[in-house]
């Protein structure tokens, strides 16, 4: 397991928005194991994570919106959706730190919905970033994506003129747009971290490539590769995510973007076939074959991370073949 380092300026009280889900669950098991008596705060409708995620990692209370504004202590949890701008802002009363995760995640989703993508991803941000105003929140990280820099020749920096292909990269970066605003008007600390492609344990329900192929092959379903296989991402493994997550709630860095990924190339084919050869090692065969590309899908997408490197100080450390090997193993164990 990557070791998790120790950050002191960590606030004691956290909005986790999505804090039921993949990166939600693995971000908050990380920061009790860090400080035990931390308040958390989770903001969830349930439409991907469950409680039972979220009991997986944290003993919580469940109560009403209005009742958890009082609360401020231990781990809270509150159905709702950050739509709800009234929902929105009681749940940031009183807590120092926002950790936006909550969004409309993928191409896939963004292209066969675009309002309910726009909805989520734009007027929930909004509302997230409006009640963090409100209600004095000096800090607020932002979980993006690189698809606001759309298609550029890689590696995706900073500084690129976002030219977004999918509705899911508009929606992501009209939230980069507002993050920006409200630290230059406001003065709310925002950072933005556009996060590689992510993997790992607890990812029993995400629908990028490696979860959705492991949980596929391991229901001995056809594991489909939209196009030749050649088109490229960069495969970040949880740990390492929530490490520059920590780094940024912990930081005095406002006003900033980083890209957050290995910096290394690989195509969706080669990983592909990490995963089928890990699972042949465990008597499983994985079957693939090819479909038309999709629509929205950019064809190279790696990351230059120099910038999180120098101003956050971190480093992705896990290498993908060991990545998928210990997410295989998870996923096996929940069987």
Known sequence: MCEMNSVGNVPSSIL???????????????????SPDLHIRVLDNLSTGSEQDLAGVAIFSRLSVDAAADAQSGVVFIQGDIRDADIAMKSAQGVDCVVHLAANTGVGPSVDDPRLDMDCNVIGTFNML???RV???RKFIFASSGAPAGEVEPPIHEELPPH??????????AGEGYCSAYYRTFGINTVCLRFGNVYGPRSKRKASV?????????????????????????FLYID???????LAIGGSVGGETFQIATGMERTVGEVANIIAKALVRRGVEMQIRHDSPRLGDVKRNFSDTSKAAHMLDWRS??????????TLDWFLGQT
């Open 16 to 34: 986790v928005t999505g804090g039921c889900g993949f990166i939600g669950t693995s971000l908050i098991s990380a920061l009790l194991k860090m």
């Open 130 to 132: 409006e009640a963090a």
């Open 135 to 137: 209600n004095g929140v």
């Open 164 to 173: 977004p292909v999918s509705p899911y990269g508009a929606s992501k970066l």
């Open 210 to 234: 490696v979860a959705k192929f492991i949980r596929q092959a391991l229901h001995d379903d056809v594991c489909v590769i939209y196009g030749d296989g050649t088109q490229t991402r960069d």
């Open 240 to 246: 390492d995510l929530v490490q520059a997550v920590v």
């Open 317 to 326: 450390q896990m290498e993908v073949p060991e990545g998928i090997e210990r």
